[in-house]
């Protein structure tokens, strides 16, 4: 017997980009992204208001380019899914407004979803990937999180092992870019100033590894520490009159950041006894994240998963996706008067 | 049928025959919770009507002026639901509703309606009358300072809500031919709060 794979329209709105994806069952048909990036560059981050107000207006052009692509009507929908948090309250306000809206308008059900979550779900939606098995470790690092989960069962049953108890990763990369007087976002900046650089050039600290924190901190990061190395590194250069190795310092502080990431994951699989890791976020964009990961998981008899990069940072498929998982597992709808969270946790799949 | 969608005080959700005539109407006042009850009020409307959401033809949007987050969530459940139908979503001015709902009974003079755009500021609209267009506005939408702002020759009428009821009416005047259409933007009367970030030193 062949059921049906339902069929979900996707909308993320938790930080700058607006996100609709549209997939039926595990099968992406279309995932438009609007970004207010370069609206934010002049502020060196994203501002919450100029986020919120970008959704409002990307809105309807980016669910009718989405719904062209997927060569759907809206109509045959069988649910409409969206990111009830974590994220800026403003911003996801907006894709819930609209949400309820289009669920009640087109007669079909609401599915109000984890972010997080929607990026570990992103990975069901990787062409010729073969299945995700479970349980799986997922690293998700972005401009806003750095989370390490344990995934037994990605429809109901994810914990929280670690996050950054400072700054988010991509924050990292985008307040060091600054320091070195290189544009936002600061991740790409960083990833081409470090090309040329030498990364064993300095030493700088890794935050939350030191056996003393190991105690505690086993799976957090901390980031905040090691943008203030970086500054304090760079500012003894310029007051001795001594020009700044940008390459090397580029290069130097993205091996400390992979480094903590990568090792910290690899941790996770080996106490858990689980060889299988998964990437997601923005940062995965990086290069050298994904060759270090890449290598030290072989090496550590790790399978090693990297959803493509359009599935990687923020998108509606991944929330369209998970919300598939959870229709097909049998979950109720949430309800109309479900709330944003802006620090949803990760535990919670769906606001019921 | 017109559905009238307004978070630009409360959250405030009317359905109306073509004619402007009101077939069901409900509000929540909170100023925090729009979006957890815009989309129940609006299945709420419908089905006090006994409406089926391919019966509405036009959604009407009240564009405010009104505090931001608050304000774009009906905008966008508005325009979601324009897309759900593929109808129309017409955009009304929210301070034109509030003065419509008012100049159904005859006044002396002018009309001012002034809301609360919070950080002690006023948003206010001047409005000289009534015609068979609605309301015939002259000042306004603008910001004033709450404390020393004065209403001197006009009838001063602060609202605390405004009623969709008069929001679906405009837009049905509106797609009659008879009233102006408003700009299918909100009327934010504020520029973002953005404070440029300037690059901090951290040595002493
Ligand atoms: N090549 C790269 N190397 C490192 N960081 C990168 C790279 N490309 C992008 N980033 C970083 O990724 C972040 C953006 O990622 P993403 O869009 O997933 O997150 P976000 O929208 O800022 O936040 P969130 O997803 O947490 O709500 C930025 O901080 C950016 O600097
Ligand atoms: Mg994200």
Redesign the interface.
Known sequence: MTTREPLVLGIETSCDETGIGIVRGRRLLSNRIASSMDEHA????V?P??A??A??EA??PT??AAVAEAGVE?DELDAVAVTIGPGL??A????????????????KP?YAVNHLVGHVGADLLTPDSGRIEYPTVALLVSGGHTSLLLVRDLVDDVELLGETIDDAAGEAFDKVA??L?LPYPGGPEIDRAAATGDPAAIRFPRGLTAPKDLDRHRYDFSFSGLK?AV??WV??RE?DGDPVPVADVAASFREAVVDVLVSKALAACRDTGVPRLLLGGGVVANRRLRDVAAQRAAEAGVDLRIPPLDLCTDNGAMIAVLAAERIRAGHAPSS?????DSTLPVTLIQVP | MILA?D?SIGTSVALCDPSGRLASARSEAGHLT???????L??GV?EDAGV??AE?SAVASGMGPGP??GL??????????????RVPVVPVLSHDAIAAARLESPIAGELVVVTDARRREVAWTRYSGVDPSGPVRIGGPELAPRDVFEVLDAERLDAMDVPAEFVARLAALTLAGRRAGEADE?V?LRA??????S?????P
């Open positions: 002049r502020y060196g981050g501002v208001e100029v919120a107000r959704h409002l809105l309807v669910i009718d809206l309250a403003g996801l306000m907006v894709g819930v407004g609209a949400a309820k809206a289009l669920a009640v308008g087109l007669g609401l600054r320091v007087g203030t500054a304090r500012e003894k007051a109309q008067l479900a709330a944003a | 969608i978070s729009h979006a957890e009850v815009v989309g129940a609006i299945g419908l089926g959401p509405v931001f987050t774009r969530i009906g905008i966008a459940a508005a325009r979601a639901f324009g897309v759900a139908r909100p934010y973002p709060d953005v404070t440029l970030s690059r901090k030193r951290v040595t």
